[in-house]
């Protein structure tokens, strides 16, 4: 650790240290700031400058490409001052949780491939370089030392180098299934056991610098995959630091700042407006509405008032209120929808990729091959040695090599561009899966739609009306008296003073206007919905509308002209599901629907068989979104959701979704194009491996040839 | 051919210590703001650093 340490960059491996020294210390010493907007040199300076300037900063550090910010502070710095202070200069600035970071932190697995690529890439060149001499004609006792030189920087370098695949072999030859990387590493140690063989012997052929350069290129393969998945990783625990970390509490009469994790049952919880309630509870003081569309999908707000229950996860609308937690932690609702989602997904179909698939075919064929071969040329010549040599030469000029690249060179040139459009690709077969989706579901609060409603028509209502209906609407707590007015307040209305002012329960309200009667609320004909009437004139029908997400008409057209089924399954009344499926012009539109029936819907279309997208935002759809074949959910969704979903949508548009399908098509005809491209070249290089001419210097040119031709097709995905 | 016995060495030593060089710079985080690092290269270092 000391030798690690060095001035230039104290940030991370000091803060490891302080972690491990004085674990309690540690979380006051350095605060993260995520910093969305920063993108240049001026940002930089503009940032660890201005904060330097603090009083309690030790030290700021930027990191440019994560878009963050370190901050050692003497260990009373306050986080919200940091954040103003950055407001102040002019920066965007959030915080995030140290502690959900710092366990993401360091990511040993891609150091670890990154460092075995290293040493892959140093023996393979001083191999090479030993390999030419030999080639170009280097005889007896030279070639012999060549030889031995190579064995000694090879057997090592693959030893290490080549771990990867035989442990990933090892644990599916065990359950006696195959993937890629047992035709790879069978490769790898025939190459390198027969050369050490022709070397002790004398041989003329050895295929040292083909094990390494096999080993190297694969390597390759593997770090952009994991590296794929790392960013997307890490930008999803980015978004999980971003939700409350911390709640207020009242302890002995005074307001603590806690920890969510740190609340225990029995505390008074305090929950801001707009704020999102941490706990399960019971309303101790304060009056307000929640936003529930995350747990049930409902659209409207619903009061709440002392004594009402509060679900963990609702978003508190209006009022700041104090809520006692009867359930924390893992016991809440929050966790236990997300245990039932884990239900769900184990019960889903295990995917084989597309590689797996491959390998599966190709596995037999090549070993078969190569077994024929050694049989036949042992039969012909009845030298045992000269049949094993070709048997293997066979083997490696296969080159499982292209077809190791084949996936993830594509999906990591396919889920770059796809971050670039603001998509986070997390899981590994997500793309493959996404292009082979023929139907799709989506949720309809905070999927399709924004999740806050608008009242319309408004301009309808003649001037005196709307000025009635304001007054009206400001004395009631009803929601829609709450979304009325805020409407009718931005449209510039001003109230008009009424008398004789009366709420009356599960009716509405009552002013006389002058000499008329004026009153908002339910409406006395059999469509029911909320109304204002002046006097004995017929109802005016306030009609309440939600706005579109931006891009959802668009997404939902395009997915209709690629002919997909498109439905909508939604939490809320049948009426507004079914009025929004017409407004899309949606084939069918659900409503009423609980999560346990959108999983059966889910089910019913799979026993179709179809392949069925799912996006959704809220907690009631996260065990269809586990049911479903491949799932997206928007940022703007709860952690839980995003966790459970293949593809989070980071922006607030739609549009990218359908990006997502044209990539996701064209990166899977590239992988079958790659796949198609490794098919051809061995259908040359076979014949001439078994018919005994392989050499190799042949080896080694057609294995470069054919990895780069596969790189360079995977390239032409992005867009 | 005995000018090989000082040059095999001789370009495995040069090559061993490329790669010590990459490990060093893996094992302090070189790679890990790759951005930032391109746009320090451009920040003025006149001014008297705080202590």
């Known amino acids: ?123 393979m060149m001083n191999v090479m370089i030993l390999s030419v001499a030999v080639w170009a004609g280097a005889a007896d006792a030279t070639r012999d030392l060549f030889h031995w030189i190579s064995a000694i920087i090879a057997l090592p370098a693959v030893a290490f180098s080549a771990r990867p695949f035989f442990v990933s072999a090892l644990s599916v030859v065990r359950v006696g299934r195959v993937n890629m990387e047992v035709p790879i590493s069978l490769a790898i140690l025939l190459a390198s056991g027969l050369s050490l063989y022709e070397t002790m012997a004398g041989g003329e052929e050895a295929y040292f610098d083909a094990a390494l350069s096999l080993t190297f290129f694969l390597l390759i393969g593997r770090y952009l995959d994991h590296r794929t998945r790392a960013a997307a990783r890490s930008a999803a625990q980015e978004l999980a630091a971003l939700e409350v970390p911390s709640a207020t509490c009242i302890r002995d009469g005074n307001p603590v700042r806690v920890k969510s994790a740190e609340i225990v049952v029995g505390d008074l919880v305090q929950v801001p407006a707009g704020g999102r309630v941490p706990v399960d509870g019971v309303i101790e003081t304060g009056r307000s509405q929640l936003d529930r569309s995350l747990l049930t999908g409902e659209s409207l707000p619903v009061a709440a008032d002392v004594g009402n229950k509060v679900v963990s996860g609702e978003v508190n609308l209006s009022a700041p209120l104090v809520v006692r937690a009867t359930a924390v932690g893992q016991d809440t609702t929050l966790r236990r929808m997300a245990e039932m989602v884990a239900v769900a997904e184990s019960g889903r179909s295990h995917y084989t990729p597309l590689a797996d698939r491959a390998a599966q075919l190709y596995a037999p064929l090549v070993h078969g091959v190569a077994a024929l071969a050694f049989i036949g040329w042992f039969i012909a010549t009845g030298d045992l040695r000269y049949a094993l040599n070709i048997a293997i030469a066979t083997l490696i000029i296969t080159c499982p090599c292209a077809l190791g690249l084949a996936v993830p060179a594509v999906t990591t040139a396919a889920s770059g561009s796809l971050f670039r459009k603001g998509l986070l690709i997390k899981s590994a077969t997500a793309l493959e899966r996404l292009a082979e989706v023929d139907a799709a579901v989506f949720d309809k609060t905070g999927t399709l739609t924004d999740g806050t409603p608008i009242v319309t028509d408004l301009q309808d209502l003649s001037e005196q009306d709307r000025a009635a209906a304001l007054a009206l609407s400001r004395i009631s707590d009803h929601p829609v008296s709450r979304l009325l007015a805020s409407a009718l307040e931005g449209m510039g209305v001003v109230a008009s003073d009424l008398t004789d002012i009366s709420e009356r329960a599960s009716d509405g309200v009552y002013g006389r206007d002058g000499a008329d009667l004026v009153r908002l609320g339910k409406s006395r004909s059999a469509e029911g919905g909320t109304v204002f009437q002046r006097g004995d004139l017929p109802e005016h029908l306030l009609r309440i509308d939600e706005t579109l997400r931006p891009g959802a008409q668009e997404v939902v057209d395009g997915l209709q002209a690629q002919g997909l089924y498109v439905e909508l399954l939604s939490g809320d009344t049948e009426f507004a599901a079914s009025q929004l499926g017409e407004r899309l012009g949606l084939e069918r539109a659900s409503g009423s629907m609980l999560p346990a029936d959108k999983i059966d819907r889910l089910a019913a279309l799979q026993e179709d068989g179809k392949k069925v997208l799912m996006v959704g935002d809220g907690l009631n759809d996260m065990g269809a979104m586990a049911q479903a074949f491949v799932s997206i959910s928007p940022a703007s969704g709860v952690d839980a959701t995003r966790a459970t979903s293949d593809i989070v949508l980071l922006g607030r548009s739609l549009a990218p979704i359908q990006d997502a399908f044209t990539v996701a098509r064209r990166a899977h005809a590239r992988i079958r194009e790659n796949f198609g491209i490794a098919v051809c070249y061995n259908a040359v290089a076979v014949p001439l491996a078994v018919s005994g001419y392989a050499s190799p210097l042949m080896a080694a040119l057609a294995m470069s040839t054919s990895s780069i031709l596969v790189i360079l097709n995977a390239l032409r995905v992005r867009v | 051919m005995n000018v090989l016995v000082i040059l095999i060495p001789v370009s495995l030593i040069l090559g061993g210590l490329g790669i010590v060089a990459f490990l060093w710079t893996v094992r302090h985080n070189q790679y890990e703001d790759i951005e930032g690092d391109a746009a320090r290269i451009l920040f003025d270092d006149d001014e008297p650093k705080k202590d």
Not at chain 1, 86 to 96: Q, R, Y
């Open chain 1, 1 to 123: 650790m000391s030798v690690m340490s060095c001035p230039g960059c104290a940030g991370a491996p000091l803060a490891a240290e302080h972690a491990r020294s004085s674990p309690a210390a540690s979380a006051a010493d350095s605060i993260s700031i995520s910093l969305p907007g920063i993108h240049c040199a001026a940002c930089v300076v503009g940032v660890e400058r201005g904060l330097a300037k603090l009083p309690d900063v030790l030290d700021a550090r930027v990191n440019l490409s994560l878009k963050r910010v370190t901050v050692q502070t003497r260990g009373d710095a306050d986080e919200d001052a940091l954040i103003n202070a950055l407001l102040g200069l002019g920066f965007e600035a959030l915080p995030l949780d140290t502690d959900t970071l710092r366990a993401a932190e360091g990511d040993p697995v891609g150091r670890g491939l990154l460092l075995r690529l290293a040493v892959a890439g140093f023996a």
